[in-house]
C-alpha cells in the first residue's frame, strides 16, 4: 500500500536566503510568463538544499494595501501547495534542485480558480524544461 500524498509547504521549502535570491534575480535564471503571473527559476547545486525552494513576490507597487497583497500571496500558495508533486517528481527523477519565484504582474485581484490554473501551467512547463 503506497502512502498518501501530504500536500503541505512546509518552512524548509520556503527560500529566504539573501543569496540564493539574488543569484536568482541577477541573472543565470529562467523565467516563463502566464498572466497574472511569471516564473522565474535557476537550477541550484547544493546537498543540505531542499529539491524546491520558493519565494512568493506580490508588488507593493501593484497593491498599496497589505490585505490584498497578503490575498494574492495565499491564493499563490495554496495553488503550488496542491501541484507541486509534479516538479517533485520531475526533479527527483533527474536529481536536480531548483529555486523558484512566482512573480505577480497586475493590478487587479483574480478568482482563486484561475490563479490555481495559472500556477499549474507554469509548474507543468517548469518541470518540462528542467527535465
Not at 543569496?19 to 547545486?45: D, Q
Not at 531542499?50 to 490584498?68: D, E, T
Amino acid at each position: 500500500m503506497s502512502t498518501p500524498n501530504r500536500y503541505t509547504l512546509p518552512k524548509l521549502e520556503r527560500l529566504n536566503s539573501r543569496i540564493l535570491i539574488e543569484k536568482l534575480f541577477t541573472g543565470g535564471s529562467k523565467s516563463l510568463p502566464a498572466f497574472p503571473l511569471r516564473i522565474v527559476y535557476m537550477p541550484i547545486e547544493g546537498e543540505h538544499l531542499p529539491a524546491v525552494s520558493l519565494l512568493i513576490s506580490v508588488p507593493k507597487k501593484r497593491f498599496k494595501r497589505a490585505v490584498k497583497r497578503n490575498r494574492v500571496k495565499r491564493q499563490i500558495r495554496e495553488a503550488y501547495r496542491k501541484h507541486k508533486d509534479c516538479l517533485h517528481e520531475s526533479l527527483e527523477a533527474s536529481g536536480k534542485k531548483v529555486v523558484i519565484a512566482f512573480l505577480w504582474l497586475d493590478n487587479e485581484l483574480h478568482p482563486s480558480a484561475e490563479v490555481e490554473e495559472k500556477v499549474q501551467k507554469l509548474i507543468r512547463l517548469t518541470a518540462e524544461k528542467l527535465a
